[in-house]
């Protein structure tokens, strides 16, 4: 359990450090109350973890040759794939997922705040902040390289493990996304993230060849 609890807090707080989710809380925190922006940012992506827990265990009912094997494939993949991504960043570039996170803001938001008639209460426009972070958060996240991610995770390793360290990485991410993230959003930068992310792939892509690589050669043996 602490191996998977390991692996999914280092996947995620890595991975998720100036991704766009990550400045949709730093964006929503500018705007409205951080505690809320928190608790709607957090519940989403707590969520979304649940969620790809779940169909990790659905995959792990496959043959586990298949499953170790894709289990390396995605990993590999996704860790060539950052580290070219991070070759082709200027040493100095406009952050992505800062921008691209604006443009959901603004897509949810065009007039800069939410709408809202006079007669709402402090306790609805409350909700509709969590709502909002929640609901922004969960279709951002959805088809992201962490979920994938997670997936494959929970279909190799114990899903408590996973869940928790995965959840624990999304309150951290999160946590210095609404707290400290005007301070730290232009000083991030995206191609060392993204460069740090694609090693930490290759390392669980090598971690699983490892893993692998004896009861393979007992199943050839048996053969």
């Not at 894709?70 to 991504?85: Q, R």
């Not at 209460?121 to 088809?143: C, D, H, P, Y």
Request: charged content about 15%; proline content about 2%; aromatic content about 8%.
């Amino acid at each position: 359990m602490l191996a998977a609890f390991t692996a999914g807090l280092l996947l995620i707080t890595i991975s998720e450090l100036g991704d766009k989710t990550f400045f949709i809380g730093v964006i929503l925190s500018m705007r409205h109350s951080r505690r809320l922006v928190f608790l709607g940012v957090l519940g989403a992506l707590a969520a979304m973890t649940l969620l790809s827990v779940l169909l990790g265990q659905v995959v792990s009912l496959l043959p586990q040759y298949y499953i170790h094997y894709g289990e390396i494939a995605l990993f590999l993949g996704f860790g060539f794939k950052l580290l070219y991504d991070a070759s082709q960043m200027p040493a100095v570039a406009e952050n992505t997922g800062a921008k691209e996170a604006a443009m959901e803001v603004a897509k949810q938001n065009p007039d800069g705040a939410i709408a809202r008639s006079a007669k709402d209460k402090l306790r609805s426009a409350n909700l509709a902040i969590v709502l909002q972070a929640f609901t922004m958060t969960f279709l951002a996240e959805w088809g992201d390289r962490t979920q994938i991610s997670t997936i494959a995770l929970a279909a190799s390793y114990q899903p408590i493990g996973v869940t928790l360290g995965a959840i624990l990485g999304h309150g951290i991410c999160t946590a210095i996304a609404v707290i400290g993230g005007r301070l730290i959003a232009g000083r991030i930068s995206e191609r060392w993230v993204t460069a740090l992310g694609g090693v930490l792939f290759l390392i669980f892509g090598a971690v699983a060849i490892l893993e692998g690589s004896l009861p393979s050669v007992d199943i050839l043996q048996q053969g």
